[in-house]
DNA sequence: ACATACCGTTGGTCGCACCAACGACACAAG
DNA sequence: CTTGTGTCGTTGGTGCGACCAACGGTATGT
C-alpha cells in the first residue's frame, strides 16, 4: 500500500500525518459536497453551542484566529446563515448570532460530521476507537 | 486547556488534527533550526534509504508530487547536497544523488527526527506509544 | 486625560497537497 | 520508419488551514 521510503514509514509523525491527510480529505469532501469548508462549520458550531458571541468568542471558540473569523463571518452573512449586529454594550464587537437558516443547516451539517467521523475511524473496532481517542487527546496541544 | 467549543471538541477528526498539528510545529521547529523544511528531508531519505534515483521515483518515495520534487530538488541542488545530472539511459531522467555533503546532513536530521518524535510522543508511556503508533498504521490510506 | 489593552478588518506569509499543460523523449504497433 | 501513447521534468497555478502585522476605533484603568 506504501510506496513510501522506510525513514518514512516509520515515523510516528508521518503516520500521523497521512491519518490526518486522510481524515481531512473525508472531512472536506463531505462538507464541499454542501458547499462548505472547515471554517464554515467551526463558526457554525461555536454559535450552535454557545448562543451569539463577539468574533473574539467566536475565534476561541472555533480555533480560528480572528482574521479568519473576519472572512468566515463575512461568507456565512452573505448567506443569510449569521446576523451580524454591532453589540450595543461595547462598539468595538460585533454579535453574530445564527439565523433560521443557519440553524438548520447547522443541524445538516452536524449529520454529516458524524458520518463522517465514522468513515475516518471505521478500519477501527469500537473498542479500539476508544482506545485511540482516548490516547489522541494525551497528545493535545 | 481547551477553549475550544464541544461540538468540536469531540470530534475525532478534531483531536486528530490538533495533535497533527502540535507534531507538525515540533517538527518544522526542529528542521527550521536548521534551514530545512518538510520536503528538503522526505528528499534526502529516500535518497538515503534507495539511492540515487529518478525524480520521478523520488516523488513516489517522499510521497510529492513531481512539480514539488523539482523545486525541492532545485533547492537542495543549489545548496550542494544532491547532485542533479541527465540519465544517459533514458534522456528524459535526470538522476539524483547526495554528495557527500548531503549524506552527512541526512544523519545530522536523523537524529533530529528522532529527538522530534520522542518530544511528539513524550505524553504516552513507551507501552501507549507502541499501541497508539498500531492504531495509527491501520487508519492510513 | 492619557496610556493601555482590546476589537474587527485588511492584507499578507508559510507549509503542504495537488492539478494542468507543455516540450522533450521513449517505445511499441503498424 | 513513422505514428501513436505515455512518461519525465518543468512551470505556474489552486486550495486549505494556520498564522502574523498593522491599522483605526473603542473601552477601561489610573
Redesign the pocket.
Known amino acids: 500500500m506504501e510506496d513510501v521510503t522506510p525513514r518514512l514509514a516509520v515515523l510516528p509523525t508521518w503516520l500521523l500525518?497521512r491519518a490526518d491527510?486522510r481524515a481531512h480529505?473525508i472531512l472536506?469532501d463531505a462538507l464541499?459536497e454542501h458547499g462548505f469548508?472547515?471554517?464554515h462549520y467551526r463558526v457554525l458550531a461555536t454559535l450552535g453551542d454557545g448562543g451569539p458571541a463577539?468574533?473574539?468568542v467566536l475565534g476561541r471558540g472555533a480555533?480560528?484566529?480572528?482574521?479568519?473569523v473576519?472572512?468566515t463571518?463575512?461568507d456565512l452573512q452573505s448567506r443569510g446563515l449569521v446576523a451580524?449586529t454591532p453589540d450595543p454594550g461595547?462598539?468595538?464587537?460585533?454579535v453574530v448570532a445564527l439565523t433560521p437558516s443557519g440553524r438548520r443547516l447547522l443541524a445538516r451539517l452536524d449529520a454529516v460530521l458524524a458520518q463522517a467521523q465514522d468513515a475516518v475511524l471505521a478500519p477501527l473496532t469500537p473498542a479500539e476507537r476508544t482506545r485511540f481517542v482516548a490516547l489522541l487527546a494525551r497528545l493535545q496541544p
Open positions: 500525518g491527510d480529505r472536506v464541499s469548508r472547515g471554517y463577539s468574533q473574539s480555533g480560528l484566529d480572528r482574521s479568519d473576519a472572512t463571518v463575512d451580524r461595547d462598539r468595538r464587537r460585533n
